[in-house]
Structure formats: structure tokens, C-alpha cells
């Protein structure tokens, strides 16, 4: 009997690169590969590395040369954005066989296939079965509709590693999700660089794009991922009128200060951010804005620094990602002046953190003793031994009181709010009874 070559799947960073994984993961299984978890042994690693920070790119070099020891007779293949702005450098790393920049990383498994002389055996191969997302311990499937970015924001290096815009046509992402869908996948999150710049070959721009996933495929819970403020098409907010659409939206801003923002040539000032926040929560219940917010731009004085708290104390944000401002080589940003200091930024970091864990504690005593319906996802990272674990509708963290009836991961639930965990990382709740 053969023996199915094994092959581990790791992204690091962003959504996007989930997205790109989950495709490779399906070209893999179709040539007879069976998915490795991130502690089994593996014949062929494959690493869809981030460079958005400095502190993402030490990360990704680190679990390269961390998988290599663990694996060191498996084939090391590295695709994503440091293979894209560091690819001669990958190539020399120790243990990595095969460098996949992003221009190519949708043809990955046929290049790493040729390049390697992989064993194919697609008689082995598993038809019909279970979506491969479940295989890797996922219950949300990321879909890929646009890659790139037009845009040229001082600070970003992903436009640089991502390169111009393509958008995937309409109807092949409809059908994607439509064959998610038959495979048990409940909940789909359309992900890009740049996902309010979506236009296919037709002009469908993303409103059209969410009416078509609503109107033709029977997906349960739709969410749209990282959106750009300024990018929200005519009628967006109406699109929420279906509940199948999750309200929730990750809206990065990245500062507070117009005068930071026009220095990072971003395209939304603070008073149109707080008109939009005001339009999005009257016209969806229960709305949760999320955003990023970068500390310590160059040139970032401490009363602008001052304008960005007060703005985000404003807005009531869910949840902030806080980003410490790194140099990125080929970046405008990387050359201005008034570069802050390291202590100064770390200050900063804490502050804004302390505010951020308030602004989230006021989002979870918002949401106690509602019933709400709850995607069953893996453990939590804490809590109580047989807790369940799911997120809101809108993407707020749910421990849930073990139950001997409860609906199996991936299922959804219906949970009763009773209150905030102890420690005050995620909600507590109980199950009420399955909602399918």
C-alpha cells in the first residue's frame, strides 16, 4: 500500500495569506497529500510568510528556521511577502529548498510540484471528502477575491511585496463559496489587500460582489474582512439588511491626528471616519468597528499623539490593533524626519493598549444577557477545562459553559450572555439550545 506523502501548511500574518493557504491546501489534497498538524512529522512544509512590521518579518524568519530544525529532512518551500522583498536572502536561509514569490503563489503547488520532483499521487487522493479547513482545525473558510493595492500609503510595504491590483471574477468566487458551502463550511470571510477596490472584468464593485455571495450561494454567515474607510461602495450599509451578513467591520485608520494622516497620505480624515461610525451603527444593530491604529509615525508630537487617544476613546472601537511604528525599506515613510524613539513608542503602546482593554470591556458588558447565535470553533486558549469557544455574530469572543447536548465544532449555537469571563479576555456564556 502507498504511502501518502504528508504536508504542513503554515500562514503567518494577515487573512490573506489564510485565504492562500486554504487553496493550496485543496491543490495538495487533489495530488494525494495528506494535511500535516503544526506538531507531526511532514515530508514537504510549506510557509506563506508576512513582512507588514519588523517585528513580522524576525517572526517569520523564526519559525522558518524553528520548523527546519523540528523537520529537517522535509522540503522547505517559503512564498509571501518577505519571500517577495527578500527572496535572495530566503534562498540562502538554511533548510529552505524552493522560493515562491507573490506574483506566483497562486500557481505554488504546481511550482513546488515541477521544481521539487514531489511524489503525485492523485489516485490517492480524497474526492467528496470533508473541506480541508476542518483537516487544519478551521471552521472559517478565508476567500481570496482581490490581491494588490492602487493606493500608496508612506508606511506600507505590502503594496510594494503585493504589486498592482487584480480582482478574481465574480462568478468564480461565487462558486468557490458555493462549494464551501456543500462541504459543511458555515461561515466564509471575503478577504484582499485592497478589498473596497474589488472590480472584476464586468465593473461589479464590492457591493455587487456581497449581493451576488447573499442572492446565489446559501452560506449561512458571511464577513467581509480588512475594508478601507474611505471604500465603502454606494448602498453598503443596506447590504446588513440580510443577517446572514456579520456586523462587524475592521476598519484601519491608523491614526487619530489628521496631521499624522496626511503624512501617511492616507485618504480618510478623523471627522469622515466619526460621520461614517455614526452612519454604520445607526443603520446596523449591534455594529462592532474594530480598527488598527499605528503608534509612533515620524514627525508624531505628543499632542498629536494626544488627538489620536481622544479619537479612538470617541469612536468605541471593539477593538484596536496596535501596531509600533518600524522603518520598511523602499517606504517613503522610512526616510522622513522626525523618526520617535523607541522608549517614547513603547510608552505610547502601553497607553493606547490600556485604552483599547476599556473600550473592549465596554463592548462585552454591552452584549450581557443577550442570546446570541454562536459559530462553534476549537478550545480557547483559556477559561475552564470542557469549555466551548465561538465568536458573536458581531466577532466578539465567547467562552461557553460546557454542555453534554452541545452542537459539534463548526455548528452553529445558541448561547445566552451571562456575563464577562474573569479574565476579561472573552465573554461567558451558556448554551440555551443548537441553532443548526
Known sequence: MSVRPRVLLKALGCRLNEAELEDWAV??????????????????????????????TRKSRQWLRRVHRANPLARLVVSGCLASLEAADLARESGVDLVVENRDKDRLVEIAA?????????????????????????????????????HACTFCVTTLARGSERSRPLPEIVEAIRRLAASGVREALLTGVHLGGYSDATGADLGALVRAVLRETDIPRVRLGSLEPWDLPPGFWGLFADPRLMPHLHLPMQSGSDAVLRRMARRCKSAEFARLAEQGRAAVPGLNLTTDIIVGFPGETAPEWQETLAFVA?????????????????????????????????????ELQALAQRLQQQAFAAQVGRQTAVLREGQPRAGQPGDLFGYTPNYLPVRIDAHPAAAPVGAVMEVRIRGIDPDGAALRGYLSEPAG
Not at 32 to 37: H, K, Q, S, Y
Request: glycine share 10%.
Open 27 to 56: 491543490g495538495f489534497r487533489a495530488r494525494g497529500f495528506v494535511l500535516a498538524g503544526d506538531d507531526e512529522p511532514a515530508d514537504l512544509i510549506v510557509v506563506n510568510t508576512c513582512a507588514v512590521t519588523a517585528e513580522a
Open 114 to 150: 515541477a521544481a521539487l520532483e514531489l511524489p503525485i499521487m492523485p489516485e490517492l487522493a480524497i474526492v467528496g471528502s470533508a473541506n480541508p479547513l476542518f483537516a487544519r482545525g478551521r471552521q472559517r473558510a478565508f476567500v481570496k477575491v482581490q490581491d494588490g493595492c492602487r
Open 314 to 350: 470617541a469612536m468605541g472601537f471593539g477593538q484596536v490593533h496596535c501596531f509600533s511604528y518600524s522603518p520598511r525599506a523602499g517606504t517613503r515613510a522610512a526616510s522622513l524626519p522626525g523618526q520617535v524613539d523607541a522608549d517614547t513608542k513603547r510608552r505610547r503602546v502601553l
